[in-house]
């Protein structure tokens, strides 16, 4: 379903550590999610996808994870670098043809 | 370098005026679309298109139009009857796949609509 809300929840990660964030997803049936970056005044910019036949799939210091059991997703971002400072947010789809679902998003802060 | 455009970044509308967002893109994608994007929200889709001269309405078309004259065009009209036009919007394309699996949607970098 959709969030509502003027803020976003926000993590807080010092440079060099990992970050992981987490997107719920409301639909059983949806097999194919994807995370976006978006940074300040800029479109969302496509970082990892799956489809629900994997649990886990990995990029350059990017890795997500898929447990379909309790419908979450997450973003796994390794020795996070000031550069990654933006809002990731997710998308779900289910069935060929069907529109995405976007969720609201986390606004990830890297502190020096 | 292949990519979607759209233009201008910033826009503002008096009242009564219709005014229109461009985009377009050279990735030779079929399907087109349009969001909008408010503070906290997640994107809210307006109109899609998956093939030229057709397009459908998303969840929030009322008070916008759209055309698709054009593979690589799909402008968007936020008209007067939109009430609340003030918002970030969004253009994407992605590839239709014969295999009918979903794809991922690539967008441009927005504009930024206002009202005086």
């Known amino acids: 379903g959709e969030s509502v809300g003027l803020h976003l929840p926000t993590l807080s990660v010092q440079e060099g550590d990992n970050s992981i964030i987490n997107c719920a997803y409301s639909?059983?049936?949806?097999?194919?999610f994807i995370w976006y970056k978006q940074e300040s005044g800029k479109g969302p910019q496509f970082i990892i996808d799956?489809?629900?036949?994997?649990d886990k799939r990995q990029g350059q210091r990017v890795t997500v994870l898929l447990n379909k059991t309790v419908k979450h997703l997450s973003l796994q971002i390794a020795a996070t670098q000031p550069g990654d400072s933006a809002v990731y947010f997710c998308?779900?789809?289910?069935?060929?043809?069907?529109?995405?679902?976007f969720g609201p998003g986390t606004r990830l802060s890297v502190l020096p | 370098d292949g990519g979607i455009t759209q233009s201008p970044k910033y826009l503002f509308r008096k009242e009564g005026q219709n005014v229109t967002l461009s985009c377009e893109q050279n990735?030779?994608?079929?399907?087109m679309y349009w969001y909008r994007q408010d503070p906290g929200q997640g994107l809210r889709l307006i109109y899609y298109?998956?093939?030229?001269?057709?397009?459908q309405k998303g969840d929030i078309a009322e008070g916008y139009s759209v055309s698709r004259e054009k593979k690589e065009s799909f402008p968007l009209t936020v008209t007067s009857a939109q009430k609340n036009p003030t918002a970030f919007y969004l253009c994407?394309?992605?590839?239709?796949?014969?295999?009918?699996?979903?794809?991922?949607?690539?967008f441009g970098d927005g504009t930024r609509l206002s009202i005086l």
């Open positions: 994407a394309s992605s590839i239709q796949d014969r295999g009918q699996r979903n794809q991922p949607q690539h």
């Open positions: 639909n059983s049936a949806s097999d194919y």
């Open positions: 799956i489809r629900s036949n994997m």
């Open positions: 998308a779900e789809n289910g069935n060929y043809g069907q529109n995405f679902v």
């Open positions: 990735l030779n994608h079929d399907a």
């Open positions: 298109s998956q093939i030229v001269n057709d397009f």
